[in-house]
């Protein structure tokens, strides 16, 4: 009987890991920010909520969310599009820009004026360890955080690890919600040290309270103290941690 057991078990234990390979996100992301011209933040967000998310669906692309920053003096919006490829990406912005029903929409908001005075654009590839993101529409309001790691030169795969191993279960342990977890995608700076992902809490208090609880547990101290023996130190450089607190829109499909 053993010797029957042990094959069957070593093909579950492939047969998972297999699974899980072929569900990881080979996605191309792209988070973008625009701001928007002084006054115009309201009719930027009318102009998604009516007409650009839908057309961004129309031209193959999909909305994972929409963010205003809680505290915003440069009237940022922030949003979230994932493609099949890079060359999909560039076949669906032609697509979108080239649309009649885009060119009507941007005509008819800008009357008064162009909407954005300046946007940024940053790819991302998903970690093998970032969650599968849903629509979490109808969902009761939650504070989120967009985080960005600077790893310490040649660390970036230890700081990865030491989130796949541990932090994210550490996260959900007291009460965050691991949305999702990129690295820059190649060819861009920031390709070989940085990491980004998005928290939800149900308030900006609790994310207080979770990451107190957090910085004190036993098992990520642990962790930390051995990730950072091997690597000789930090993972991350000297203010490197950088954090924003961000309210989803109203027509974001991550609420």
Known sequence: MKKLILPLLLATIASNTASSRAAQDTRYYEMRTYYAAPGKLNDLNARFRNHTCKLFEKHGMVNIGYWVPTENPDNKLIYILAYPSREAREKSWNGFMADPDWQAARKASEVNGQLVDKFESIFLAATDYSPEIKSSVGQAARAFELRTYKASPGNLGRLNARFRNHTLKLFEKHGMTNLGYW???????????????????????????????FGQDADWVKARKASEEEAGGSLTVKGGVQSVFMTATDYSPTQ
């Open 183 to 213: 690295n820059v995608a190649e060819g861009q700076k920031g390709a070989d040290d940085t990491l980004i992902y998005i928290l939800a809490h149900k308030s900006k208090e609790a994310a207080a309270a979770s990451f107190k609880a």
